[in-house]
């Protein structure tokens, strides 16, 4: 069993930034591959970025998906925000690798709203 707390997010202006946390409890966290998901009102649900157990960091455009394995965290960096990045943001977990679909993650967190003001 994982238990994910995810923390960080808020209101910031167009442009801005905002760095999540997704803190787990529970057992062999390294061993699971971690994801940030996002849904936006009246949307589905949609992966933003995922990161393998033997990795620190991986990039895609603005935002940066990084691990401590030492400290049992995840955190998503998250730069020149736009609306359109307005979501509450899921911090996900699962054990068998890499994947897109949400419906493949094991343990989800609560969720941490994130919106910006233009």
């Known amino acids: 069993q994982v238990q994910l707390v995810e923390s960080g997010g808020g209101l910031v202006q167009a442009g801005g930034s905002l760095r999540l946390s997704c803190a787990a409890s529970g057992r062999a966290f390294s061993a699971y591959y971690m994801a940030w998901f996002r849904q936006a009102p009246g949307k589905e649900r949609e992966f933003v970025l995922g990161i393998s157990w033997n990795l620190a960091d991986s990039v895609k455009g603005r935002f940066t998906i990084s691990r401590d394995n030492a400290k049992n965290t995840v955190y998503l960096q998250m730069n020149s925000l736009t609306s359109e990045d307005t979501a509450v943001y899921y911090c996900?977990?699962?054990?068998?690798?890499?994947?897109?679909?949400?419906?493949?993650?094991?343990?989800w967190g609560q969720g941490t709203q994130v919106t910006v003001s233009s």
């Open positions: 996900a977990a699962r054990l068998y690798g890499a994947s897109l679909k949400s419906y493949d993650y094991d343990y």
